[in-house]
């Protein structure tokens, strides 16, 4: 699976952001998609997950109620509509694919096997 991120910017606080992760590969339908941030200076973190059947997602805490993430198979796409934005929310964001088998919608980044570029987000207040 090859995956690519985008839809980054810089925006204010409180506006809207939808970052898109394409992937190609027939394997994209059978995989978990996270995402993560990684800020300046920090370790990659984790902000969103959603499992192959789109049925279940994992959210971080800080961004729980904000950020929603989606996935529409049939265009290989995986979404991440991120409102409500706070200047701590900017950050270089990652798409990851891992396969669909324990431990799951895992925050663990070591446990995604595939990886996008980046696409930064700037959040100013």
């Known amino acids: 699976v090859q995956l690519q991120a985008s839809g980054g910017g810089s925006v204010q606080a409180g506006e809207s952001l939808r970052l898109s992760c394409a992937a190609s590969g027939r394997a994209f339908t059978n995989s978990i998609i996270g995402w993560f941030r990684q800020a300046p200076g920090q370790e990659r973190e984790f902000v969103a997950a959603?499992?192959?059947?789109?049925?279940?997602?994992n959210y971080a805490d800080s961004v729980k109620g904000r950020f929603t993430i989606s996935r529409d198979d049939a265009k290989n796409t995986a979404m991440l509509q991120m409102n409500n934005l706070k200047p701590e929310d900017t950050a270089i964001y990652y798409c990851?694919?891992?396969?669909?088998?324990?431990?799951?919608?895992?925050?663990?980044?070591?446990?995604?096997?595939?990886w996008g570029q980046g696409t930064l987000v700037t959040v100013s207040s």
């Open positions: 990851a694919a891992r396969k669909p088998r324990y431990p799951g919608l895992t925050r663990d980044k070591r446990q995604y096997t595939y």
């Open positions: 959603i499992s192959w059947t789109d049925s279940n997602t």
